[in-house]
Structure formats: C-alpha cells, structure tokens
C-alpha cells in the first residue's frame, strides 16, 4: 500500500471517529417537558458586516427544521408581517418576549439565530469564507430556554496539485470567491450540524415517526 | 494514483454521511434557491411566487411542506388576490393545525377591505 492510500484510510478513519466521539450532550430536560410541535423562526440578528446575510440566512434555515419533523412557520411571511407590526429591527425581536410572539402567531416555540461570523478573508494565493451562527430555541409559553447550538463552518480551498499548477489554481478559487463568495453551502453545512446531529441537535418533531421516542439518543 | 483517489473518494463521502440523517420528507421544489434569489433581487418576488405555486400543483398534497400554502397566500394579498389569499391561509390551516391562529388572523386581515392597505 503506497503512502497516498494510508493517508486516505487515515483520514477516512478520523472523520469517522469525528463523527462517533459525541461531543458533550446537550440538556434536553426542559425541552422534553415541552415538546414543541411548531417553531416561529425570527429575523436573524447579525454581528458581521454583511447586511445581506440575515436575509440569505433565512432562505436556508426552514427546510432542515421542517425535514426534522417540526412545523415552521413561513418565514417570509413571519419576517415582512412582523415588519408591518414594526418590528423589522431582529435586535428589538430577540430582546423582546418569546411568550408574545407565542400568542401573536400561536407557536409552541421561537428560533432565535445570532450571525456571529459571515465574511472571506484573503491572502495572496488563499482566502478563507467563514460562517459562525448561535442557534437558540426558547418556549413560547414560559420563555424558558430549551435549546441552543453553536457552529463554526470555514471554507478554505487548498491546492491539491502542489507545485506552481496548484498555486495558480487555488489563486484561481480565491479570486473567484473574492468576486462573489459563496456563503450558502456553509450555511446549509452549519444548520445541518446545528440540527442533525445526535446528542447536541435537534429531538424528531411530531411529523417524525420517531417523535418522543427517541431519548436515548437526545 | 488518479484512479486510487477515484476509488477512495466514494469511502470518504460516505463516511460523512454517515454522521447525518438525510432523507427528504417534503418535496420542496426550488423553494430554497427561489427565496435565495428574492432576497438577492426584491424584483423577483413573481419569480418566487412561481416557485410555490410550483410545489402546490405538482407535488403529492401530504409532501406540500409546512408554511408553503401560507408563504404563497401572503403574496397573493401583497398583489390584492385577497379571497385567493384567504383559500391558501384556509389550505395552510387545514394541513397543519399548528398554524391556525396565525391563519385565522391572517384570514380576518385578508377579509377586511381597510386592513389590506395596511399590509402592503
């Protein structure tokens, strides 16, 4: 076996070991005594420099959360009726009371999310796009906290050639994200560990089979 | 060595599939890419419209996902289609009874002829 191989098994067997060693499990204790059947996701507050990026977020948060068995409201609808109520500012929303916001549109439940990172960051020949997001999920009905979630996706394209192909190659990426970076994948990649992952995610909703009944897991 | 990197590629996208749960239980249509792109250019919101009209008329009505009838609703009331906003909030109710006091409220909205200026 030639040392390319080895490495590739070795790679392949730490990302597997990535995924089995569980990072410390979350407290679903309050969340379980709630069971919320529906989450009103807010408009995103945004700590980065991008002013466009709450809005792209929203376009990717409502599918994992329905695909995990919950019913979301629409988010745009939420997001422009909310703005006709004046309450466009996501900052006054998040400060705001979770059991308000409960008994406007009737939900078990409210998804805040804190943009804490959106930006590419260049050098010469790499550039690296980086997402940073807080997940929080609090009770409509009491305000408790019942949920929370951080996550940390960096995009860092490397050369894979080496020599002077691979360094014009990875100038070429870099410029090409410096021209327009693409934040989406990142994104979908951070909702998707924020919510699927077993121990630290989100439990199945009720339009999952396994809703209430998987506990060992969460 | 192309071909062996062509060989373990399969292994390692598995092994990182492996640690997420990734089947679909709604069919979404371009609902994503078409919000996407209405944030991206407000001048889109027909095309987004579209998209959801999409997913209502060719998707099976158990994988029509949540919010799709509201979202559609609401930019029919932005337009002044107010009764065709007020069968797509009645949808929405009838499919997922999480949503009904938000529906029932946007059917009062939608049924009062001063509240609709008021929406736009």
Redesign the interface.
């Known amino acids: 076996m030639?040392p390319?191989?080895k490495m590739?098994?070795v790679?392949?067997l730490l990302?597997?070991a990535?995924?089995a060693e569980a990072p410390k499990r979350y407290d679903y204790a309050h969340f379980r005594i709630e069971a919320p059947?529906?989450i009103l996701i807010v408009p995103v507050t945004n700590k980065s420099v991008d002013v466009?990026a709450p809005?792209?977020f929203?376009?990717?948060i409502?599918?994992p959360l329905?695909?995990r068995?919950?019913?979301?409201?629409?988010?745009?609808?939420v997001k422009?009726?909310l703005s006709?109520d004046g309450l466009s500012d996501a900052n006054l929303v998040h400060a705001g009371d979770p059991r308000r916001l409960g008994e406007?549109?009737?939900?078990?439940a409210v998804m805040y999310i804190s943009i804490e990172r959106w930006d590419a960051r260049y050098a010469v020949l790499s550039t690296a796009v980086t997402v940073e997001l807080t997940y929080t999920i609090k009770s409509a009905h009491t305000g408790q906290e019942l949920w929370s979630n951080h996550q940390r996706v960096v995009y860092q394209p490397r050369a894979n050639g080496g020599g002077i192909g691979g360094l014009l190659a990875n100038a070429i990426v870099a410029a090409i994200a410096k021209a327009a970076p693409n934040y989406?994948p990142l994104a979908h990649q951070a909702n998707?560990g924020a919510i699927?992952?077993k121990g630290t995610g989100l439990p199945a909703g009720p339009?999952?089979g396994l809703f209430g009944k998987d506990t060992s897991d969460y | 060595m192309t071909l062996r990197v062509f060989l373990m590629a399969p292994i390692l996208v598995a092994s990182l599939a492996g640690c997420v749960t990734n089947h679909q239980r709604y069919d979404w249509g371009s609902y994503d890419p078409s919000l996407y792109a209405y944030y991206k250019d407000p001048t889109k919101a027909a095309e987004f419209a579209e998209s959801l009209a999409a997913i209502i008329s060719t998707a099976d009505s158990h994988q029509i996902p949540p919010g799709i009838y509201a979202e559609y609703g609401y930019l029919q009331l932005q337009e002044g289609k107010n009764s065709a906003a007020v069968e797509l909030f009645k949808q929405e109710e009838t499919h997922w009874p999480e949503s009904k006091v938000f529906m029932d409220r946007m059917i009062k909205v939608a049924s009062t002829p001063t509240a609709q200026s008021s929406t736009k």
Not at chain 1, 104 to 108: E, I, Q, R, S, V
Request: glycine share 8%.
């Open positions: 030639n390319l191989s590739l098994i790679g392949a990302m597997l990535g995924c059947r529906s466009n809005d792209y929203l376009a990717t409502a599918t329905a695909e068995g919950y019913y979301v409201f629409p988010v745009n609808m422009s009726v006709d406007l549109f009737g939900a078990d989406m998707n699927n992952i339009y999952d």
